[in-house]
């Protein structure tokens, strides 16, 4: 089975559309994992939140990398040597290791993280080149504008028009 990378594409949009994840998949890519669970948020015009589910992992145990227009979460839950085992009778809380990759179009940066409730926010903004803002081109004419006046004609009133139309009874066919 061949496969097809889609990453250019996911530049395309603004980095973050669960469609080509799904075709990544089904096209025979890695099998995604939902674990943990993320939001992506617009906060304004040119700017952007991920916010992670983390819950139980501190600073310590989380790293974020931005290399090639990708986005890396890591979480690594490290043992204390000082914890007693536990005898969990219903574990619900996920406690595992992950990797959670987002694809970052183009001129999408990274401003800042803050671990608060359990949740990872990664603040992003998208900061376009001056060369890349759409700009406005004056469009000139070559000829100079002549009015009616500058060439000795001045055009009848609008009254006196109306007049001279109904004093001779005709209509325009």
Do not use: C, W
């Amino acid at each position: 089975m061949r496969h097809f990378d889609l990453a250019p594409l996911y530049r395309s949009t603004v980095g973050f559309d669960r469609l080509f994840s799904l075709l990544d998949q089904v096209a025979g890519g890695e099998a995604g994992s939902s674990y943990p669970p993320y939001n992506i948020e617009r906060t304004g015009e040119t700017s952007y939140r991920i916010s992670v589910a983390v819950a139980g992992f501190t600073e310590d145990s989380l790293a974020i990398e931005v290399r090639d227009n990708a986005l890396t979460v890591r979480g690594e839950k490290n043992a204390q040597p000082d914890d007693k085992p536990v005898d969990v009778l219903y574990q619900g809380i996920a406690s595992r290791a992950f990797e959670r990759r987002f694809q970052l179009a183009d001129h999408v940066h990274v401003t800042g993280a803050r671990l608060e409730n359990g949740l990872l926010h990664i603040d992003l903004v998208r900061e376009l080149p001056e060369a890349n803002k759409p700009r406005l081109i004056p469009i000139r004419s070559d000829k100079p504008a002549v009015s009616i006046e500058s060439a000795g004609q001045t055009a009848p009133a609008a009254d006196e028009t109306a007049t001279s139309a109904g004093s001779t009874g005709r209509q325009a066919a």
